[in-house]
């Protein structure tokens, strides 16, 4: 296995093994059909990849001094935007391989810290712990949408075509059905009708 900069000719495996490590965590829903260019801005992306089969992403996008990403550290900071490995492949280090690497080339950057979000899961929040990242703040992803704001709506379907209106008789062109909101404490959760919410963590490591 080697830890190479990426390159388009391995996208699809890049976009597979992103797919296929999220899957059966709490950012399932989090799917990339292409994968981030970053307009242009600063960035390190690596992949882990063995007998042409990507085993693991990374992709950190760099402040500069038009543009900052990151909110945790004061200067300029990288934001870690995405560390994943394949599921068929994870435990045996190629994430803190990822990591090293990357921290090794931000060292002709003029950069002081990282920082990332993750979601509640137990082995992600344990890795970043062990590379010796430091949580910051905290608040909720929450998955469905603000109480008050959902009516009740009758459907009638002609000739191909639904027709709604809501329990006044008004006419319907659009209805919403779920979103995703921030809640910033855990009594705001309460104000919307969820379907699931997970907690959204900062970490923060000085280099």
């Given at each position: 296995m080697e830890i190479i900069n990426f390159r388009d000719e391995y996208e699809e495996g890049w976009?597979?093994?992103?797919?296929?490590?999220?899957?059966?965590?709490?950012?399932?829903?989090?799917?990339?059909?292409?994968?981030?260019?970053?307009?242009?801005?600063?960035?390190?992306?690596?992949?882990?990849?063995?007998?042409?089969?990507?085993?693991?992403?990374?992709?950190?996008?760099?402040?500069?001094?038009t543009l900052k990403t990151t909110s945790l550290g004061e200067g300029l900071g990288a934001f870690l935007q995405v560390i994943a490995v394949h599921p068929d492949h994870q435990y045996k280090g190629i994430g803190q391989k990822l990591y090293e690497e990357a921290v090794t080339q931000?060292?002709?950057?003029?950069?002081?810290?990282?920082?990332?979000?993750?979601?509640?899961?137990?082995?992600?929040?344990?890795?970043?712990?062990?590379?010796?990242?430091?949580?910051?703040?905290?608040?909720?992803?929450?998955?469905?949408?603000?109480?008050?704001?959902?009516?009740?709506?009758?459907?009638?379907?002609?000739?191909?075509?639904?027709?709604?209106?809501?329990?006044?008789?008004?006419?319907?062109d659009y209805v919403i059905t779920e979103g995703v909101y921030e809640a910033y404490t855990l009594e705001a959760i309460e104000k919307i009708e969820y379907d699931r919410y997970y907690p959204s963590i900062g970490y923060y490591k000085q280099l």
């Amino acid at each position: 296995m080697e830890i190479i900069n990426f390159r388009d000719e391995y996208e699809e495996g890049w976009l597979r093994c992103r797919v296929l490590a999220y899957l059966h965590t709490s950012m399932y829903e989090d799917v990339e059909t292409k994968k981030p260019t970053f307009e242009g801005r600063p960035s390190i992306e690596l992949i882990a990849v063995e007998n042409g089969e990507v085993l693991g992403i990374l992709d950190m996008i760099l402040d500069d001094e038009t543009l900052k990403t990151t909110s945790l550290g004061e200067g300029l900071g990288a934001f870690l935007q995405v560390i994943a490995v394949h599921p068929d492949h994870q435990y045996k280090g190629i994430g803190q391989k990822l990591y090293e690497e990357a921290v090794t080339q931000l060292k002709s950057f003029n950069v002081t810290f990282v920082e990332l979000y993750t979601r509640g899961d137990e082995p992600a929040n344990n890795f970043y712990k062990k590379l010796g990242f430091e949580k910051k703040v905290q608040y909720y992803d929450v998955f469905g949408i603000e109480k008050g704001l959902r009516a009740p709506i009758s459907i009638e379907i002609k000739g191909g075509r639904i027709y709604a209106q809501d329990d006044k008789g008004q006419v319907c062109d659009y209805v919403i059905t779920e979103g995703v909101y921030e809640a910033y404490t855990l009594e705001a959760i309460e104000k919307i009708e969820y379907d699931r919410y997970y907690p959204s963590i900062g970490y923060y490591k000085q280099l």
